[in-house]
C-alpha cells in the first residue's frame, strides 16, 4: 500500500489539519523540515515517506475562495524542474464546484509554468455542486479523483444534487477517497468501518483512504482492509512512521 503524503495550504503557509477544523491551523512544526514553506515541506514529506505523488490541499480556496494560484506553481514547479529524473504528482483539491472552475484554475497555474501532466483535480463532495463534473474532466483528458468527504458519520455534500455522490457508485472515477475530516491530524486511527462500507460499492476501482493514521501498524490494518493507499500528514510530520518499503 502507498503513503501519499498530505499538504495543506493557507495564507502561504503549509500548515497542520486537525480534525477539518480549518479556522484553527496554524504553519506547520515539523520534524521533517525547519520551517512552513511549501516548497520545502513538500520536499521533506515526499523524501520521508518515498512517495511520487503529493496531495495539495489548496485551503485559500475551499475556506476563503482566493486561489493559491503563483504559490502551487511555484511548488510544481520546484518539484518538477527541467531534466528532473522522474515527475511529481499533484493530486490538487482546491474546493472545485463544476468542471469549469476546475478547468480555469489548472490553466492559471499552467500559465504560471506548471506542467498539465503533473496536475491531477481532486473533487471534494463537501464542494462539488456539478457531479458532471468527474464526466466533463475525464472527457478533457483529466484523470479525476473523487473525495467522498465525511465528518461526524455524516455526508458531505455541497447541495442536493450532488447528494446521490456518495450512494451511487455508478457517478464514480476510477480513483476514490474516503475521506474522514473529523480524524485527520487527531490520532483516532483510521475509519476502517467508513472505508469498507465504501469498498464494497467500489468494485475494481482504486480506493485511497484519509484520516487517522497513527503508525505502521495503523497502515498495516488499512492495506489489509484493501485501501490501494492512504493519505498521511500528521504522522509524518511528527516521525511516527518508518520509511515504507518499495
Known sequence: MRVIPV????????????????????PVQSTLCANSEPLA???ALLAASHADTL????????????AATATLAALCAGLNPPGAAGRVQI??????????SMHAHLARIVSLGA?????????????????TALLDAQRAGYAPILSLDRRAGRALTACDTADALHDTPALWPERVI????????AYQGPDLDTFNAIRARAGTRTLIGAGGIRDR???????QSGAHAWLVGSALHDGKLAAPAG
Open 7 to 26: 499538504l495543506d495550504l493557507l495564507d502561504g503557509h503549509a500548515v497542520r489539519a486537525i480534525r477539518g477544523e480549518r479556522a484553527s491551523y496554524r
Open 41 to 43: 515541506v513538500a520536499r
Open 55 to 66: 496531495y495539495v490541499a489548496d485551503l485559500d480556496a475551499i475556506v476563503a475562495q482566493r
Open 91 to 100: 493530486w490538487l483539491d482546491a474546493g472545485f464546484a463544476d468542471y469549469a
Open 115 to 131: 506542467a498539465r501532466d503533473t496536475l491531477v483535480p481532486v473533487f471534494g463532495s463537501e464542494s462539488l455542486r456539478a457531479p
Open 178 to 185: 474516503a475521506m474522514t475530516l473529523d480524524r485527520v491530524g
Open 217 to 223: 501498524a495503523d497502515l498495516d490494518a488499512a492495506a
